[in-house]
């Protein structure tokens, strides 16, 4: 008797594109952790792969795609410029914004809000039971990302 999931109707550019998502997000999460940086080449190259996927790719259009990246941006950049503007130090950096940005290309505008709130919801968890004062948000979104995508390609 064979078990048939949603895994097996993947197709091959789907399954390489998440070879692809898979390895950058592991690179940003280490680099993270690291240097409190997320590198552009990672962010930007995930938000063209992402725009580029979508034109092949059943899983997003184009238009969500590239609305889904204007409003990861937009929204985290303007959380951390008004957080700045208020305390004088950076809270969510500009890396934030763009992986966000490439969440939203890879995902569309609708899973952005759960796509945060997992990634802030975690966070925050492990902030609180660690009792660090500072902690590497990339990990967090990346992790979010990662999970998000995988749901939604096994779907």
């Not at 590198?39 to 059943?58: F, K, M």
């Not at 950049?77 to 939203?104: E, M, N, R, S």
């Not at 995902?107 to 997992?118: E, S």
Request: some cysteine; glycine content about 12%.
């Amino acid at each position: 008797m064979r078990i048939v999931t949603g895994l097996e109707q993947i197709s091959s550019t789907e399954w390489l594109s998440s070879l692809l998502l898979g390895g950058v997000l592991a690179w940003v999460c280490v680099f993270d952790l690291r240097y409190f940086q997320i590198p552009d080449i990672a962010s930007l190259g995930l938000v063209g792969a992402g725009l580029i996927l979508s034109i092949w790719s059943s899983l997003i259009v184009p238009t969500d795609a590239l609305l889904g990246a204007t409003v990861g941006y937009g929204v985290f950049a303007a959380l951390g410029a008004l957080f700045f503007w208020h305390t004088g130090q950076d809270g969510l950096g500009l890396g934030d914004a763009k992986l966000l940005a490439a969440a939203g290309a890879w995902l569309g505008p609708m899973d952005l809000p759960v796509l945060v709130a997992v990634a802030a919801i975690s966070a925050l968890s492990f902030a609180l039971l660690t009792r660090q004062c500072r902690i590497a948000f990339g990990p967090w979104l990346a992790g979010a990302f990662w999970i998000i995508w995988m749901v939604r390609i096994s779907a």
